[in-house]
């Protein structure tokens, strides 16, 4: 009873005390703040380089694909019985995209995946890929205010077609190309009256500076697929290429800060709706080819390294182009199929089964964390590196406790010497400053924990405020493309870390317990 | 005049008591403390028997070594050599709980320097012994009897206005009071009381030895009591001198 009455009457009567009530406090409050962040950019990196890929991926070792897919399949989901969800087969292949931008041949290496939205969508693990990445699903805002509503509606499934106003758009360029060839045949005619023609190929009309040099390529170059059955006269000069493309923010995108506001703003060099070259190479005997296609939407996933890198194609027309038809059955090949799981935990036992299934040498089937281990990897090593400072930190709070006690027990010492002459043990003297660690350790990490989750949860707000103090963007939407800080507070992070703190509190009592365990009665009673 | 008053309570106990039975003793006692390499001997063969129901004083210069007499007689220090015998068996080396436990139930001290607990009011000073002795549980269970026990007693004393002070808003007689209420509210068997009244001045003095004479009669505590005043000492059953480290009997009222 003594114990409790004196442990909290020292808590209330020594200031000192509060001292490191709140170092243990802070160091609780960091470690869930900062572990909140982290395994928030953690889980939303994940949950967007998982976006991308499905669950399970089969992919063919050859670039040429494989025929049949509707087979492969039908193994698949034999092998893999009730826990496959659903499959979609995909082309994927490296190429390069080329437009211009103020007169200069842009040229970017891309990864160009072949695929059907409607199936691309069914094996993502987000609800929605496409509607939650693409650019027309999107409402843009500027400074708070709405600059544009979404174009497509929320419920309208994603596909090759363009909105009206990538159409109107469309429309818009090619008047304006036309009139500027208009007029250069019209400046040729003057000084070179008999030349012949020009070519309405509406592939040019988009290259009117580089045009030559572009058909002068052209002829070097394979058959071009795109063009093989289109008729020789073209219905509407505004109809889209019959290749579609959603290419990746980063590609056509760049950020720049306005000189004079200092803010940072996003300027698209290809609008949807405009062509853009796309040359990769065929299957079979790899050859060059080269095509032209339409822009439908802008594609923004959150993962720059996708952001930069994909762009998506509509499969059948990627897989003419690349001659991966057969001509006689008109199959189309695929080199990968990506596969959905019902329960994602067993997902390497599904692998496993594959890996045996199928033909060994033709695929080789990889999860999603397999095909990205090395990023995943590196993220889980930073946080556990910053788990072991910031613990350094509750250690010093640790330290800072002994310290305090230790002061506390030298002037105490004379009425530990009268407890333990009133007959007092020992291990009552002890209880009583082990018990006031615990306290404190209580106290401070219920505070901290306290302090921490309403850190994380006004987290955006604290980020206003602070960034309007300093006059400087402590988070920038514009690098890390998330709207908000994204948090994730996991309940076993948040017991562990306030466990650990108590237990450090109680641990740094120890050493001064101890000492005033061992106290001579009379020795501490002549104690001045 | 004083010799009446030692007289009368003597009489009664004779009465009661023909011989009582030695309560406390110490044989051959020792205690020297170490000073670098020098042994510095403060008491050098005590020898005393306590009789249950005694009042005993103890008076000596200063640095004679009296208040380390009452340590090491109350288990709050060991002897060097010698024993310590409570009820003819010996208790200096007994295991550090069972001391620990005899010092809660047995002995009941009031210092020389008061010590109270400096965060606790009068009241939980009070009851630090019972706090002591009883679980949490127990404690709790019984806390309203053992307040009462602990008002009781400091209306003895004559501090049932101080209840909720602090010792440093007390005056040194107060707390000297204080002390004694804590020594007697877990009703040990004999009490140790070095200088009770060396604080005070002399009528609140006489009340304190009125107040232990009283514990002494009726309740028939045994007291060992440390003094400078021979004239208060005398009013005891038995006065004794430490000098040189031994004791030397002053007069013997039995
Ligand atoms: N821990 C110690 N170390 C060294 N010497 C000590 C120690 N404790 C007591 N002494 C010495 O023992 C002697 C007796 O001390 P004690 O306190 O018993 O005297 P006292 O008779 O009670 O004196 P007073 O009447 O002033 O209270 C003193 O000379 C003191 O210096
Ligand atoms: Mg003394």
Excluded at chain 1, 119 to 143: C, H, M, N, R, W
């Amino acid at each position: 009873m003594y114990k409790l009455l004196l442990c909290v009457r020292y808590l209330r009567t020594r200031f000192i005390a509060l001292a490191s009530i709140i170092s243990v406090m802070l160091g609780v409050a960091t470690m869930i703040v900062v572990n909140s962040v982290m395994s928030g950019f953690g889980t939303e990196m994940r949950s967007r380089i998982h976006g991308i890929l499905s669950d399970v991926v089969v992919e063919t070792n050859s670039l040429d694909g494989v025929h049949d897919v509707d087979r492969w399949m039908k193994i698949i989901r034999e092998v893999g019985g009730d826990d496959i969800d659903s499959l979609a087969a995909m082309v994927e292949i490296y190429g390069m995209m080329t437009y211009d931008y103020r007169g200069q041949p842009v040229m970017k290496t891309v990864q160009l995946i072949g695929i059907d939205p409607r199936t691309k969508s069914d094996v993502s693990p987000v609800a929605g890929l496409f509607e939650t990445s693409l650019d027309s699903y999107q409402q843009i805002k500027e400074q708070g205010q709405v600059v544009r509503e979404p174009l497509r509606s929320a419920g309208e499934p994603a596909g090759w077609e363009l909105t009206a106003d990538a159409a109107e758009a469309r429309r818009h360029r090619i008047e304006l190309e036309q009139r500027f060839i208009e007029q250069r045949e019209w400046e040729r005619k003057r000084s070179q009256p008999e030349s012949e023609a020009l070519d309405h190929n509406p592939s040019a009309l988009f290259e009117p500076i580089n045009a030559k040099t572009a058909k002068d390529s052209d002829k070097a170059s394979p058959p071009d697929f795109s063009h093989d059955e289109e008729p020789a006269v073209a219905v509407d000069p505004a109809a889209p290429q019959r290749a579609r493309l959603y290419v990746g923010a980063g590609l056509v995108e760049y950020v720049y800060t306005d000189e004079e506001t200092g803010k940072a703003k996003v300027m698209r060099i290809i609008r949807p709706g405009e062509d853009v070259m796309i040359s990769t190479i065929s299957a079979g005997r790899p050859e060059p080819v080269r095509f032209h296609a339409t822009v439908v939407d802008v594609f923004k996933s959150g993962m720059s390294e996708y952001d930069s890198n994909l762009v998506f194609c509509n499969l059948e027309e990627l897989q003419k182009v690349r001659g991966m038809i057969d001509p006689q059955t008109k199959d189309g090949a695929v080199t990968s199929i990506q596969i959905k799981l019902k329960n994602y935990d067993r997902a390497s036992e599904i692998v496993q089964r594959l890996s045996t299934a199928l033909p060994p040498g033709l695929f080789s089937v990889r999860t999603w964390e397999q095909k990205q281990g090395p990023l995943l990897a590196a993220i889980e090593i930073e946080k556990a590196i910053l788990n072991v400072l910031l613990f350094l930190i509750i250690t010093v709070a640790g330290f800072g406790i002994l310290a305090i006690f230790y002061m506390i027990v030298v002037e105490k010492t004379r009425d530990i010497g009268i407890l333990k002459a009133l007959g007092a043990t020992s291990r009552g003297v002890m209880t009583i400053f082990l018990s006031y660690g615990l306290a404190l350790g209580i106290v401070g990490s219920g505070v901290g924990v306290a302090i921490g989750l309403l850190f994380v949860t006004y987290i955006d707000n604290i980020e206003k405020g602070l960034s309007k103090l300093t006059g400087r963007k402590i988070f920038d939407e514009t690098i890390y493309y998330f709207p908000k800080i994204p948090t994730d507070v996991s309940a076993t992070m948040v017991i562990w870390v306030a466990l650990s703190a108590v237990m450090i509190a109680v641990l740094a009592s120890v050493l001064p317990a101890r000492r005033a365990a061992r106290l001579h009665p009379v020795e501490a009673l002549r104690y001045e | 005049m004083p010799d009446l008053l030692i007289l009368e309570p003597t009489r009664r106990l004779m009465q009661t008591t023909p011989i009582a039975p030695v309560h406390l003793a110490s044989i051959a006692l020792e205690k020297s403390y170490r000073k670098g390499n020098h042994q510095i001997p403060v008491l050098r063969g005590v020898e005393i028997n306590i009789r249950r129901g005694e009042f005993l004083s103890i008076v000596g210069q200063s640095g004679s070594g009296k208040s380390t007499l009452l340590h090491v007689m109350g288990l709050l220090d060991s002897p060097s050599v010698g024993e310590v015998l409570l009820d003819g068996d010996r208790i200096d080396d007994l295991p550090q709980k069972t001391r620990d436990e005899l010092r809660n139930r047995v002995f009941g001290f009031v210092f020389q320097f008061y010590h109270l607990l400096p965060e606790l009011t009068v009241l939980e000073n009070v009851l630090a012994p019972l706090m002591i002795r009883h679980s949490m549980l127990s404690y709790w269970k019984r806390r309203r009897e053992f307040r009462l026990a602990a008002e009781e007693i400091l209306e003895k004393v004559g501090l049932t206005h101080r209840l909720k002070h602090k010792p440093n808003e007390l005056s040194g007689g107060e707390m000297q009071r204080a002390a004694i209420a804590r020594a007697l509210v877990a009703k040990p068997e004999i009490l140790l009381a070095d200088e009770p009244t060396g604080n005070l001045d002399a009528g609140t003095g006489q009340e304190i030895m009125g107040l232990l004479r009283n514990l002494n009669e009726q309740d028939g505590l045994t007291i060992v009591m440390v003094t400078h005043d021979e004239s208060l000492a005398r009013s005891s059953h038995r006065l004794v001198r430490l000098t040189e480290g031994r004791l030397e009997l002053l007069s013997d009222a039995a």
